[in-house]
């Protein structure tokens, strides 16, 4: 047997040695419970543990936290789709299409499909993790601030496939939220834009208030304003449409779409710095982009078994670069980072021989809380599908209260709250003169990422540090983006 | 005609504002205006600093102006919106933007525990038309889930408010 398939199989051993299989269940647990509360994410939890962890046995730590990294991802997305709320950052794409199949009563389809596609594109994500292990010291000191730059490009782009209606109105919503994302201290200036003296703006916008405000309260303010008595219209559960079983099949029946957004999500994951949120936006870009009928972002299930399976193909893919370099990809592989840290375990060439068992725990333990959070999600798809029949006037508190606290808790900060109001009355009012909330926030999560790297580009091209067009990265990542965005521009001119 | 067919009716009701209403024209105004201040922002910057706001922030106002045109031309094309459904919506509206600031200036004043229990009982019981037994119900519940939640289960520490300590 190879030596990665023998460390893979000791690995699995030990996850399921009792009671060794209790910390992965007792994470994925805790984790499902966090994610179900907006504003706070699994990376949150994480640190809050690692005071509990400091004097266990290592094995027993990575198990819990294999757990924590992989059990938050999808119950995020049941928040987004029944309640318009996202459980955290990368669940925002998911809404998009997820309520709306909610209002029309088909909230059971939507949750199947997103619990379906997030157990198999975390799966996607770990097998490619298992594969490119052995390989991946020698690719990821290759991709620079060229590549990061291209990718923002691809993202951006990408908007101008989701624009429904006026293409111009869309372009100019993504411009203020491009605007919106240069609010802050720039490192690379050492100057501060647009803060207008205050010191809560040198941080720039914060995303989670932000994404809750355009989404959450704005919802809220419709629910209140339109008069509506339920969310889906209905009131009886015998009125509700789609099943949990036309959910799981539809991902099968859309599986060329889910394989391409797995795969934008393991290799967005394995970039450091781009996250969850910029692998969701971009899967779901790349979906609009081939949605032919032009439906996406009505209720269309590809809508939510793009971003979900984005998201949980992410979990493999961040691990990649933890593992074997020591460079944390997202907030919760840095966290993971330190504890490993903490407990003696150092990633990099020794991980990857001596203790590859120890690095197969934290991915069997991942793997293993990304399939328990989508059966539970499953087998609860029917109750939680019924809050779509609640009336309107019951539901708006525990909305209200969620976004509020959510807008609270994921910094701590009272004015982040304001800003939720702020973003919230903004929402509404984009959502009712048909301005783009999508190209808004698309824009404002690639913003700092392109024009950083731009920047960067730009400067080490100058000093002669790189040369642009001989990296064969940046080449295929051209062919990519000329690939996907130059058809769908024409088709849209031609039609 | 059942439950449902009326809620689908006022679902018709709430179709959102089209181009050319004083909303919109005044909502892309007050666009058009932020990104005019954040463009004069720019002066005071580094020039490296401002080089990539500029070059955003220069086309959006002409597309900004443009739209901000075309309103203002759907308006007199197209005269006034029909005053009914107008006149719900905004009524809607009015209900709404006062009880959804009501809830982060509790929150501010009287804690994040007490300040939203107090407004999820007040929201029951005038908008929700529940029974007071029922609307302190749900506002112990609010307050016990968010301390059980977030105090407890996530040791996250909650702001008093600027009167929640004398409580």
């Known amino acids: 047997m190879p030596p990665v398939l023998a460390a893979a199989w000791e690995g699995l051993t030990l996850v399921f040695t009792w009671p060794n299989i209790l910390y992965p269940i007792a994470g994925t647990l805790a984790a499902m419970v966090v994610a179900l509360l907006p504003g706070l994410s699994g990376a949150a939890l994480m640190a809050l543990a690692i005071p509990v962890t400091f004097g266990w046995d290592p094995l027993h730590v990575l198990l819990l936290y294999g757990a924590l990294v992989g059990g938050a991802t999808f119950m995020g997305s049941v928040t987004a789709i029944l309640l318009n709320i996202p459980g955290s950052a990368p669940n925002a794409a998911t809404l998009i299409d997820g309520y709306p199949m909610a209002q029309k009563g088909m909230a059971r389809t939507a949750l199947a499909a997103s619990a379906t596609a997030s157990a198999l594109g975390s799966t996607f994500g770990v097998v490619v993790l298992i594969a490119v292990l052995p390989l991946i010291a020698r690719i990821i000191p290759r991709i620079g601030p060229a590549e990061y730059l291209l990718l923002a490009i691809w993202g951006l782009l990408a908007i101008g496939t989701l624009i429904r209606g006026s293409v111009s109105k869309g372009l100019a919503a993504a411009g203020l939220g491009l605007m919106l994302s240069f609010i802050g201290f720039d490192m690379r200036a050492a100057d501060v834009r647009f803060t207008f003296g205050t010191l809560y703006l040198q941080d720039g916008l914060s995303i989670v208030p932000v994404f809750l405000g355009l989404f959450a309260i704005s919802e809220t303010i419709d629910l209140i304003a339109s008069g509506r008595v339920t969310v889906s219209g209905r009131t009886h559960v015998e009125e509700l449409g789609g099943s949990t079983r036309e959910g799981i099949l539809a991902v099968f029946r859309h599986w060329g779409l889910f394989l391409k957004s797995s795969v934008i999500g393991t290799v967005v994951g394995m970039i450091p710095g781009l996250g969850g949120t910029v692998a969701a936006f971009v899967a779901y870009g790349e979906a609009a982009r081939t949605d032919r009928a032009g439906t996406m972002g009505t209720g269309d299930i590809r809508g939510v078994i793009a971003p979900e399976s984005a998201n949980d193909a992410k979990d493999g893919g961040s691990l990649l670069p933890t593992l074997a370099l020591g460079i944390p990809a997202s907030t919760g592989t840095a966290v993971l980072l330190g504890v490993m840290a903490i407990h003696g375990i150092r990633p990099g060439q020794e991980l990857l021989s001596e203790g590859l068992p120890l690095a197969f725990v934290l991915i069997w333990a991942l793997f293993l809380s990304n399939w328990m959070t989508s059966v539970v999600g499953l087998a609860i798809v029917r109750p939680l599908s019924r809050l779509t029949i609640v009336r309107t006037r019951r539901l708006i508190p525990p909305i209200a209260v969620l976004a509020l606290l959510g807008a609270f808790a994921y910094r701590g900060r009272v004015a982040d709250v304001w800003v939720a109001m702020l973003f919230g009355a903004l929402g509404y009012l984009m959502k009712k003169y048909d301005w783009s909330r999508v190209a808004f926030v698309m824009a404002l999560v690639l913003g700092p990422l392109f024009e950083l790297n731009l920047q960067l580009t730009l400067d080490l091209q100058r000093l002669g540090r790189i040369d642009f067009w001989s990296r064969p990265s940046v080449l295929v990542l051209l062919a990519l983006i000329a690939m996907t965005t130059v058809p769908t521009w024409v088709r849209r001119r031609v039609s | ?167």
Not at chain 2, 21 to 26: L, P, Y
Not at chain 2, 35 to 63: C, D, E, I, K
Not at chain 2, 86 to 102: H, I, N, T, Y
């Open chain 2, 1 to 167: 005609m059942t439950e449902a067919r009326a809620n689908h009716g006022k679902r018709g009701r709430s179709s959102h504002a089209t181009s050319g209403s004083t909303g919109a024209i005044t909502f892309t105004l007050m666009l058009f205006a932020f990104t005019v201040v954040l463009l004069v922002a720019t002066r005071g910057l580094r020039p490296s600093a401002a080089v990539v706001p500029r070059a955003v922030g220069l086309p959006l106002v002409v597309l900004l102006g443009y739209h901000l045109v075309r309103e203002i031309l759907a308006r007199r094309r197209a005269g006034p919106a029909p005053a009914v459904a107008k006149a719900e919506r905004e009524s809607g509206e009015l209900v709404a933007v006062p009880w959804l600031l009501l809830l982060p200036a509790l929150a501010t004043l009287l804690g994040f525990v007490v300040g939203p229990a107090i407004w999820v009982v007040a929201w029951l019981r005038i908008r929700g038309r529940e029974s007071l037994t029922v609307a302190l119900a749900a506002g112990a519940f609010t307050a016990v889930a968010i301390l059980a939640l977030f105090a407890g289960l996530l040791g996250a520490t909650l702001p008093q408010g600027i009167f929640g300590a004398l409580l």
